[in-house]
C-alpha cells in the first residue's frame, strides 16, 4: 500500500491506500472519512484479491470516476460535506455501479431510505471483515451473471411466470435476460421459492435474512420486497407472485 497523487483536471488530489491495479482484478472504492478504517479495508481486501483504492469523501470520489471504472463502491452513510445517502443518489442516476453502504449501529432510518434509492446491500458498524468480503462477492455474482465464482453443482433451480431461479449459480434469469439482484432480495427470494404458499410473517422473514442486521421494528423486510416486486411483477400495486396477507404477513404463489 502506499500514497499515490492523482492528477485530475490541472489539480493534485491526495488518494489514500491506492493498491497497484491489475487489469485481471477488480476494482473497489472505498470511501469512509475514517482514515484507520479506510487503511485496514484496504489492506485486508488487497490480501483477497481486490485492486483497491480508498477515498475520504464524496469530492474525492467523483474526482475519481472521471477518469477510471470501478466494479464497486464500499460507501460510509455518515460523513462530513456530503453524506453517503446524498452520494447514492446522485451515483445511482449517473452510472449503474454496485453499492454496499456501511451503517453506525441505530442508523436504521438511513439504512432504510439507502436502500430505497438503489443500495445495494448494507453492513453495520462494528463488522467483521469476512462477512464484508462474503457480501462484496455476493453482490458482483450477481452483477457478473455468476462469473465471480463458478459453482460445478447445479441443483436448486425453480421456475415461476417466465422466470428461472438457479439458487446455486445465484441467477435469476427472465428468458435470456438475466435480472440484477442485491445480496438481500436474492436471500428473500430464495426463502420465498422454498416455502411455496406458505405465508410467512416479517418476522419469520427477519429470522430467516439472519445475514443481515435486524433490529426491532426494521422495515428492510417490506423495503426488499417493494424492490424485489418491482423486478418480477407486472403490476406491482397488484402482485402475482409476493402476495400480501394483511395481518399475517407474505405468500409465494409461483403459479
Partial sequence: MKETKVE??????????????KEDKLKIIVVDDDLEMRSLLGKYLEKQGFS?????????????????QVDLIILDLMMPGEDGLSIIKRLKGQLDVPIIMLSACGEDVDRIIGLEVGADDYLAKPFNPRELLARIRSVLRRRTGGNVVELEDNR????????DFDIDKQILRRGDEIVSLTSGEFSLLKIF??????????????EQLKGYDCAPFDRSVDV????????????????VFIRTVWGEGYQFMPN
Fill in 8 to 21: 485530475l483536471s490541472n489539480k493534485k488530489v491526495q488518494v489514500s491506500n491506492v493498491v497497484t491495479e
Fill in 52 to 68: 483497491v483504492c480508498a477515498l475520504e469523501g464524496g469530492k474525492a470520489l467523483d474526482d475519481y470516476l472521471v477518469y477510471s
Fill in 156 to 163: 436448486g433451480n425453480y421456475s415461476f411466470g417466465v422466470f
Fill in 193 to 206: 421459492v422454498e416455502a411455496p404458499k406458505k405465508v410467512l410473517s416479517r418476522d419469520n422473514l427477519l
Fill in 224 to 239: 426488499r420486497i417493494m424492490r424485489l416486486r418491482q423486478k418480477i411483477e407486472e403490476d406491482t400495486t397488484s402482485p
